[in-house]
């Protein structure tokens, strides 16, 4: 996939859509986290117990990890960059004076309001007032 060029107006229309994903994500992955973390000892539950308990464990694993997987597809589609999944990072490739830029953006933000340069990530971000200077 190529990538697609954002203005910070077309930035802004992706996030209900980018904001719905990372929160799903997010809880799917701490679901999946919530599976592994289960530990079933084997001698202090019957065979059988055990062996259905194991089975169910891994279906929802698998069912979980698929929805993970398919969901990621869909934020992809929006064609912006997951940069940290935990803090709900995400940029969006910009043109600035004939160079690229990533417009920057973080769950929890209410708009596409910062940018940095595509070398310098989270710490050198500026306000987007300084692209129109």
Known sequence: ???????????????????????????????????????????????????????????????????????????????CLLKDLEQGMVDFYCKFENRDVLLCWKFGEERVKVWHETDSGFAGRKPIIDLEQ
């Open 1 to 79: 996939m190529s990538k697609k060029y954002f203005t910070v107006e077309g930035a802004q229309k992706q996030l209900h859509k980018i904001k719905k994903s990372l929160s799903k994500l997010q809880n799917l992955k701490k679901a999946i986290g919530d599976i592994t973390s289960v530990m079933i000892d084997p001698e202090e539950i019957e065979y059988e117990e055990f062996a259905e308990t194991s089975t169910k464990l891994s279906k929802d694993f698998h069912k979980l990890y698929y929805e993970f997987y398919k969901e990621l597809e869909k934020l992809e589609e929006t064609r």
